[in-house]
C-alpha cells in the first residue's frame, strides 16, 4: 500500500493566498449583473445629488513681483548669503512669502473686509453664504474678542429684529446703535437693501481666529528658484471674497513695505522736528535780547568799523556754526543711539556730510530691517539670524568709534575757528562797550539762525525722500476667479461609477474572506496538495439512492466519472479496498459510499459496502435491511462470515456487511483478529471492498482501518467543511498514517462561481454529535439484552 500521492506542501495548513481569476470574475459578473446594475444606477444618482446640493469652491489667482530696491550695491545680507552658500534672492522671496502669510497681515486684511462678520441664509437642502449681495451691514461698535451668533430678520424699510442668541427679540431701527449680549452693535443699510422676509444668520468671530483660519486658506508660493515674483491663490466658495482677500492682502503688504521703509525717514524727522523746536526756541530767546537790548541803549544803528567787525566775525561765526551744528549732531546721533531700544533703533542718517559714517548708518539700519523681517520666519537661534546680529553688533561699534573720531575732528575744526574768533574778538574789545555786547548778541542771532535753516532744510530734503518712496513690490496680475476646483464634475461621476462597480464586488470578497467554510476548489487547492478525485452536485431528488442503471442524470454521471478516476489509483490488481472518511458529520461519507459501491456494481464488479461506523451506523438504515447481525456479531464470534453477508437489494453484484448493535468501544473490534480475516475473504470472494467508517477528525477507527485499505477517500462538503479541517487530511498524510489518500467534493452547488447553496438533506446526512453520551446509554441497555455488552465486558477484563 504505498501512497502515490506528492507530499503535502510545508505551510499550506491555514495560509490562503487571492489570486486573480478571470472565469470567478466573468461568472460573477454574469450572476450578479442586476445587482451591479442597480448599484450603479444608485451610486450616479447619488453623485448627482452631491454635484447638485454641495456648495462649488472656486480658485482665485494673482501675482506679485518682489523688486530689489538695493539692486546693483553689495549689502551685509548679500555677505551672509555668500558665507552660507545661499541664493540671497531666494530668502528675500522667502521671506516675504512669510510675510504675506503672517497672522498680522492677514488680521490686517479681516479688519479692512469686516471678514470676521459672516452672513449666512439656511435653505431646506444647505446653507447658502453671502457676501457682497448682503442687503445691510452688521457692524460691531465695540471691540470684542468673544464669538456671537444671532439671526436677523428685515421687518421693513425702518426696522429690523435681531433674536439674539439667548433667544431674546431685539426690534431696532436702520442705523441706531443697539445693546446685545455681544456689545453694542449697528446694521446700516446697503445698496441692495430691499424688505424680504429671508431670515439672515450673523456669526461673529474674533478677529484673531477669522485670521488663524484665512490664512491657511491663502496658498502663497515663488514657481521657480530664481524666480523674483510669487503667486497667491485661494479657494474658496465665494469667487468675491478671494478676490477681495488676494487683492487687499497685497495692498496692505505693499502699504507696510512702504512705511517699514519710510521708517528712516520718519526716524530723522522726529530727530529734526525735536531739534527745531529747540533751536527755535533759543533762536526767539536771543532775538527777544537783542530788541531788548537796542531799546534800552537807543542804538539804531553800528559804525563803518563795527559793521566790518562785524562782517568778518560773522563769516567766522559762520564756518563755527556749520561745525558746531555737526558736533551737535554727531553728540545727539552718540546720545540717541545709547539711549535707544537696540531691538528696533533706526539711525538718522542723511544728518551728516560724512559719507563713510553715512555709509556706515545705513547698512546699520539695513541689518536692522533684514533682522526684523527675518524674525517673522525665523527663530533668533537661527544661524542666519544669529549671523545678522553679529553683523549688525559690529556695525554699530564702528559707528560708535566713528563718532568718537568724528566728534573728536570736529572738535579740533571749532577749537582753531574759535582761536580765529579770538583775534577778532581782541579787535572787538576796542570798539566801545555798547557796541561789543550788541556785537555778542549779534553773533549768537547768526549761529543759532544758521542751526535752524541747516535743520529746515534737512527737513524738507527727508520729507521730499519720504514723499518719493515706493513700495519694492507691484502687482503684475490682480486677483481673479479662473473657475471652479470643487467638486469635480467629471472625478465625482467616475469615483460614483466606480464605487458603484466595487460595492457588489466588495461583498462577494467581503463575504468570501469571512467565509471559514470550503465553497470552492480553489479553496481546497491553496489549502492542500492533496488530489481531488472527483465532485458530486447536489442531490435536489432527495433521495438516498442517486444512481440506477439507467439514470442520466448530473450526479449519475459524476458517480460513473468518479469510478473511472479511481481505476487510475487502484492500479494494483490487489488494490481493491476503498476507505471512504471524513472530518465531521453531515459531510456526506455514507451518502458517497453507498452511491459509489452502486455505481461500482453496475460496472459489472462484485462489490460489498462495509458499514463500518459503529458508533452512528447509517446505512442499513438507508437502504432498510436488517441490522441486528453484523459486523460487531462476527467480531465477538457470535456469527459466521455467510450471516454477515447480506444482498443490497439495489443492484445483484452489490452485498452489505452491516454495522450489527453498537458497541461501547468500537476500536477494540477493529483491533481484534478476526477483523484481519474478514478483510482477507473480503479480499477473495469481491472485486472492490468499500469501507463507510467513522468521521476521521473525531474518532481513530478510520486510522485503525487503514491498515486494510488500498486508498482512502476523504469527503469534503461544500459549504460544510471548515478550512481548518482541511489540517487533519494534511496532517495524516504528512505523518504517515494514511499514505494513499485524495478528496471528493460533495454536494457543490455552483451558480456560476458566485452563490453556493447547500441542498445536502439532513435525512442522509449524519447530523451532529459522536462519542457515547446519550447515545451510548441507548446503546448499552439495547446490547445488555441481547448479551453483547456482558461479552465485551469480559473481553476488556481479561485484556486488562
Known amino acids: 500500500m504505498d501512497g502515490s500521492n506528492p507530499p503535502v506542501a510545508e505551510g499550506k495548513k491555514i495560509e490562503e493566498t487571492n489570486t486573480f481569476n478571470l472565469k470567478w470574475l466573468v461568472s460573477t459578473i454574469l450572476a450578479i449583473w442586476p445587482w451591479l446594475l442597480g448599484s450603479i444606477i444608485i451610486s450616479l444618482i447619488a453623485g448627482n445629488l452631491y454635484l447638485r446640493y454641495s456648495t462649488p469652491i472656486y480658485r482665485s489667482y494673482a501675482e506679485l513681483l518682489i523688486m530689489d530696491s538695493k539692486k546693483g550695491s553689495s549689502t551685509s545680507g548679500d555677505d ?23 497672522r498680522t497681515t492677514m488680521a490686517k486684511v479681516v479688519k479692512q473686509l469686516h471678514l470676521n462678520v459672516n452672513y449666512s441664509v439656511s435653505g431646506r437642502f444647505k446653507v447658502t453664504q453671502v457676501y457682497n449681495n448682503k442687503p445691510f451691514e452688521f457692524v460691531v461698535a465695540d471691540t470684542t474678542d468673544d464669538y456671537y451668533d444671532c439671526k436677523v430678520s428685515i421687518v421693513s424699510n425702518d426696522n429690523y429684529q435681531i433674536i439674539d442668541g439667548n433667544s431674546k427679540i431685539i426690534t431696532g431701527r436702520w442705523g441706531d446703535t443697539v ?139 559762520e564756518k563755527l556754526a556749520n561745525k558746531e551744528v555737526e558736533l551737535d549732531v554727531i553728540t545727539a546721533i552718540s546720545n540717541y543711539l545709547q539711549k535707544a531700544d537696540d531691538k528696533s533703533i533706526i539711525l538718522p542718517a542723511s544728518l551728516l ?37 553679529f553683523q549688525k553688533n559690529e556695525v554699530k561699534q564702528s559707528i560708535i568709534a566713528s563718532l568718537a573720531s568724528s566728534k573728536s575732528e570736529v572738535e579740533l575744526t571749532v577749537n582753531k575757528i574759535k582761536s580765529e574768533l579770538g583775534i577778532i574778538d581782541r579787535h572787538i574789545n576796542e570798539v566801545p562797550q555798547v557796541e561789543r555786547k550788541y556785537l555778542e548778541y549779534a553773533r549768537l542771532q547768526a549761529i543759532k539762525q544758521d542751526i535752524y ?24 496680475d490682480p486677483a481673479i476667479t479662473v473657475g471652479i476646483v470643487l467638486p469635480n464634475r467629471s472625478r465625482i461621476l467616475m469615483i460614483s461609477l466606480l464605487f458603484g462597480i466595487a460595492v457588489p464586488f466588495g461583498v462577494i470578497l467581503l463575504r468570501r474572506g469571512l467565509n471559514i467554510k470550503i465553497i470552492s476548489i480553489s479553496d481546497i487547492k491553496k489549502l492542500s496538495s492533496i488530489p481531488i478525485f472527483g465532485e458530486v452536485g447536489n442531490n435536489q431528488d432527495g433521495t438516498s439512492i442517486a444512481v440506477t442503471r439507467n439514470s442520466r442524470t448530473i450526479i449519475s454521471e459524476q458517480f460513473r466519472a468518479l469510478r473511472t478516476n479511481l481505476q487510475y489509483v487502484l492500479i494494483n490488481k490487489n488494490d481493491k479496498v476503498l476507505m471512504i472518511t471524513s472530518s465531521m458529520s453531515g459531510e456526506g461519507k455514507s451518502f458517497i459510499a453507498v452511491n459509489l459501491s452502486v455505481t461500482l456494481a453496475m460496472s459489472g464488479k462484485k462489490v460489498i459496502l462495509l458499514e463500518l461506523d459503529l458508533r452512528k451506523p447509517k446505512i442499513s438504515k438507508t437502504i432498510n435491511i436488517d441490522n441486528s447481525v453484523g459486523f460487531t456479531n462476527y467480531a465477538i464470534g457470535k ?141 448499552y441497555t439495547e446490547n445488555k439484552r441481547k448479551g453483547i455488552l456482558g461479552w465485551f465486558t469480559r473481553k476488556r477484563g481479561s485484556r486488562s
Open 639 to 779: 456469527a459466521e462470515y455467510k450471516d454477515i453477508i447480506v444482498p443490497s437489494g439495489i443492484d445483484p453484484n452489490l452485498f452489505i456487511l452491516s454495522s450489527g448493535p453498537v458497541p461501547p468501544n468500537p476500536s477494540e473490534l477493529i483491533l481484534l483478529k478476526r477483523t484481519e480475516e474478514l478483510f482477507q475473504r473480503l479480499k477473495e470472494d469481491f472485486d472492490y471492498v468499500i469501507i463507510d467508517t467513522s468521521p476521521v477528525g473525531l474518532v481513530t477507527d478510520a486510522q485503525l482501518l487503514n491498515t486494510y485499505a488500498d486508498t482512502t477517500l476523504y469527503i469534503i462538503r461544500q459549504g460544510h467543511t471548515y478550512k481548518q479541517q482541511l489540517n487533519i487530511p494534511n496532517d495524516l498524510y504528512n505523518s504517515g498514517k494514511i499514505t494513499r489518500i485524495g478528496f471528493i467534493v460533495n454536494d457543490v452547488v455552483a451558480n456560476r462561481g458566485f452563490a453556493y447553496g447547500y441542498g445536502y438533506e439532513e435525512g442522509y446526512g449524519y447530523g451532529y454529535g459522536y462519542g457515547y453520551g446519550a447515545y451510548g446509554a441507548g446503546y
Open 80 to 102: 551672509i548669503a555668500q558665507m552660507l552658500k545661499i541664493d540671497n534672492n531666494k530668502i528675500n522671496i522667502d521671506n516675504e512669502i512669510e510675510v504675506l502669510k503672517s
Open 453 to 476: 535753516v541747516f535743520l529746515l532744510k534737512k527737513r524738507e530734503e527727508t520729507a521730499i525722500q519720504k514723499a518719493a518712496t515706493v513700495a519694492d513690490a507691484s502687482v503684475i
Open 179 to 317: 445693546s446685545v449680549s455681544l456689545g453694542k452693535v449697528v446694521l446700516n443699510k446697503t445698496a441692495l437693501f430691499s424688505p424680504s422676509p429671508t431670515q439672515y444668520t450673523i456669526n461673529v468671530v474674533p478677529i484673531i481666529d477669522a485670521a488663524n483660519g484665512y490664512m491657511y486658506s491663502v496658498d502663497i508660493s515663488s514657481p521657480a528658484k530664481s524666480a523674483s515674483y510669487i503667486t497667491l491663490s485661494m479657494q474658496d466658495n465665494l469667487p468675491e471674497r478671494s478676490v477681495d482677500i488676494i487683492n487687499a492682502l497685497m495692498h496692505i503688504y505693499m502699504r507696510d513695505n512702504v512705511d517699514n521703509r519710510n521708517r528712516v525717514s520718519n526716524s530723522t524727522i522726529a530727530f529734526i522736528d525735536e531739534r527745531i523746536d529747540d533751536v527755535f526756541r533759543e533762536l526767539s530767546g536771543v532775538e527777544s535780547n537783542i530788541e531788548k537790548f537796542k531799546q534800552n541803549n537807543n542804538i539804531a544803528d553800528m559804525t563803518t568799523q563795527s559793521q566790518e567787525l562785524v562782517k568778518a566775525n560773522s563769516e567766522t561765526l
Open 353 to 389: 556730510d560724512n559719507s563713510g559714517l553715512s555709509a556706515l548708518m545705513d547698512k546699520f539700519n539695513d541689518l536692522q530691517t533684514q533682522i526684523e523681517n527675518n524674525l517673522i520666519s525665523n527663530t533668533s537661534d537661527n544661524p542666519i539670524t544669529k549671523t545678522l546680529i
